[in-house]
């Protein structure tokens, strides 16, 4: 793992990475939903979608602990969620 970085992320940059991830989050979520309604959920492709949507899950749970750590006391909250 490298060392934090001296330079974060703005407030606006999270903001926006925020905005395109929660729509990249929200698609990958509906493509799961159909993916399982149509193959099953003891389909290969199925699990891996559900595994693919529970990994951006963590990154965006991830991404909202980053910005409330790179602007504690901002208004960081609901960035990624």
Same mark, same amino acid.
């Given at each position: 793992?490298?060392?934090?970085?001296? +330079?974060?992320?703005?407030? !606006?940059?999270? @903001?926006?990475?925020?905005?395109?991830? *929660? $729509?990249?989050?929200?698609?990958?979520?509906?493509?799961?939903?159909?993916?399982?309604?149509?193959?099953?959920?003891? +389909?290969?492709?199925?699990? !891996?979608?559900? @595994?693919?949507?529970?990994?951006?899950? *963590? $990154?965006?749970?991830?991404?909202?602990?980053?910005?409330?750590?790179?602007?504690?006391?901002?208004?960081?909250?609901?960035?990624?969620?």
């Amino acid at each position: 793992m490298r060392p934090a970085s001296p +330079n974060p992320l703005t407030l !606006d940059e999270h @903001r926006e990475l925020g905005a395109e991830l *929660r $729509l990249t989050r929200l698609r990958l979520h509906e493509m799961c939903t159909l993916v399982m309604s149509v193959y099953g959920p003891q +389909n290969q492709a199925a699990f !891996d979608f559900v @595994r693919a949507a529970e990994s951006m899950d *963590r $990154l965006c749970e991830d991404l909202q602990s980053q910005a409330e750590h790179d602007w504690p006391g901002h208004p960081t909250e609901g960035f990624y969620k």
